[in-house]
């Protein structure tokens, strides 16, 4: 199951695991683009895929949609929390109250709710692999990042505990952390400004969005014993929240 498989990072995901022989169950906001991914996958490599078109910041949806499965598609094995989002860059005195919503319901409470949904069986089943994707973010703080750096920190609080609580019952729990990588990420946060959004990726190699289900395709293949807890990767030309080497 990978929530935001419409776009940049959760799609190579996607097509990642489709190439892995996965049956899939894909979520996000944007059903067209999840259909077409959907057919797309089937015809190439001929596995099961459902999408789910849901917003995971809506409780109600959220319930209602898992409640609606059939049994089998319930069964997660692997739940790729992804679905994510910043908005807006602004001093924290500045900051716009729907934007600090926004992040909060997406980041911290949407991957709440479809956790909330997923884990139960993976307890009963005692077996499972939980991905939270959280960022630089999680780790430092950078300036005008506030409430960002605020829900991806939460995301990595949250993997500690998931890995805590679900300590008895075998089931994984990793994070990945990922610095600058060129998706829709930056036109979402400047809200279409593609100009603007461009400039963050100027003058150095980002990260692609595959590099990243690379990274969540090692963490999944390894061996039952073995839990990577997190990876940190970040593009050479970045050395951290705030430096990178432009050329
Ligand atoms: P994109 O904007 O390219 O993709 C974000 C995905 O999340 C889309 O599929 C979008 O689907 C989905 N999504 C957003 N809001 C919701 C929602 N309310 N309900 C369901 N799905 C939602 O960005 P990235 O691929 O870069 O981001 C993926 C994750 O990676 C995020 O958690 C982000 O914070 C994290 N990250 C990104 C980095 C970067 O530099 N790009 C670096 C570090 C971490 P739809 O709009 O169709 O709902
Ligand atoms: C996305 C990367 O540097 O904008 O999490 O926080 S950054």
Known sequence: MITGASAGIGEPCARTFAQDGYKLLLVARRGNRLDQLAKEL????????????????????????????PKQWQ?????????????GLDPIDEGDWDDWDRMIDTNIKGLLYISRMVLPGMKERKRGHVVNIGSI?????????????????????LSKAMRIDLLPF????????PGAVETEFSIV????????????????????????????????SRPKHVNINELLIMPTAQANGTMFHRK
Request: hydrophobic share 40%; with cysteine; charged share 25%.
């Open 42 to 69: 089937i015809a190439a490599f001929d596995i099961e895929c459902k999408i789910i078109e849901l917003d995971v910041r809506d409780k109600g949806q959220v319930k209602e949609s898992w409640n609606n499965l």
């Open 75 to 87: 069964e997660i094995d692997v739940l790729i929390n992804n679905a994510g989002l910043s908005q």
């Open 137 to 157: 973010a999680a780790k430092e703080v950078y300036p005008k990042g506030n409430v960002y750096c605020a829900t991806k920190h939460a995301v990595d609080s």
């Open 170 to 177: 075998s089931v994984k729990v990793s994070t990945i952390h």
């Open 189 to 220: 946060r400047f809200k279409g400004d593609a100009e603007r959004a461009e400039q963050v990726y100027q003058g150095f190699d980002p990260l692609l969005a595959n590099d990243i289900a690379d990274a969540v395709s090692y963490v999944v």
